[in-house]
T-cell receptor
Framework: AQSVTQLGSHVSVSEGALVLLRCNYS??????LFWYVQYPNQGLQLLLKYTSAATLVKGINGFEAEFKKSETSFHLTKPSAHMSDAAEYFC??????????FGTGTRLLVSP | DTGVSQDPRHKITKRGQNVTFRCDPISEHNRLYWYRQTLGQGPEFLTYFQNEAQLEKSRLLSDRFSAERPKGSFSTLEIQRTEQGDSAMYLC?????WGSGNPYEQYFGPGTRLTVT
């Protein structure tokens, strides 16, 4: 079975500061990993994905994530936070053409 | 391409009533997924279709829940005899299962928020 653990239900940063959202996964087969963002009362938007190509993945809005097999991690980073980044972020794992298994989410708060 | 759409966006119903939600996927996508998201949690998988075939159902999908995708295009999710515990956001997503696009990517609709009173 696959699972995802997101450390920290809330992360607070100042505008312009580094954003780091943590995700650890468990999978018995090579995983596909995703980060999604959800704004209030909206669906999920894909930020980036890892599908066994480059381990450093760049996504939209300046986000990137690095797949580290030895640490079973796929942390999301952004060098400089913007007010518009405030949202809920979900890490998810799948085996490819299958259902997504999501973490419990991390709410990012950005203060001026 | 207008993305995944869901109808209605909000539904308030009384306990014991039946409700039905509709999802229209991206037109060329042959896979369609249903997820449920409760407050403060990540989405949980309910079921998915490839074309009109329902290929997997979660144990979360009790026999009060039924989903269909009769012509391999839109899908409906029906909940019979609703309970307060059914209150949640119901999300639909679609994807390709092959091809030169992005077959691993699921595109989500805005969701239907169900409140059972």
């Amino acid at each position: 079975a696959q699972s995802v653990t997101q450390l920290g239900s809330h992360v607070s940063v100042s505008e312009g500061a580094l954003v780091l959202l943590r995700c650890n996964y468990s999978s018995s087969v090579p995983p596909y990993l995703f980060w999604y963002v959800q704004y209030p009362n909206q669906g999920l938007q894909l930020l980036l994905k890892y599908t066994s190509a480059a381990t450093l993945v760049k996504g939209i809005n300046g986000f990137e994530a690095e797949f580290k097999k030895s640490e079973t991690s796929f942390h999301l980073t952004k060098p400089s936070a913007h007010m518009s980044d405030a949202a809920e972020y979900f890490c998810a794992v799948s085996t490819g053409f299958q259902k997504l298994v999501f973490g419990t989410g991390t709410r990012l708060l950005v203060s001026p | 391409d207008t993305g995944v759409s869901q109808d209605p966006r909000h539904k308030i119903t009384k306990r014991g009533q039946n409700v039905t939600f509709r999802c229209d996927p991206i037109s060329e996508h042959n896979r369609l997924y249903w997820y449920r998201q409760t407050l403060g949690q990540g989405p949980e998988f309910l079921t998915y279709f490839q074309n009109e075939a329902q290929l997997e159902k979660s144990r979360l999908l009790s026999d009060r829940f039924s989903a269909e995708r009769p012509k391999g295009s839109f899908s409906t999710l029906e909940i019979q005899r609703t309970e307060q515990g059914d209150s949640a956001m119901y999300l639909c997503a679609s994807s390709l299962s092959w091809g030169s696009g992005n077959p691993y990517e699921q595109y989500f609709g805005p969701g239907t928020r169900l409140t059972v009173t």
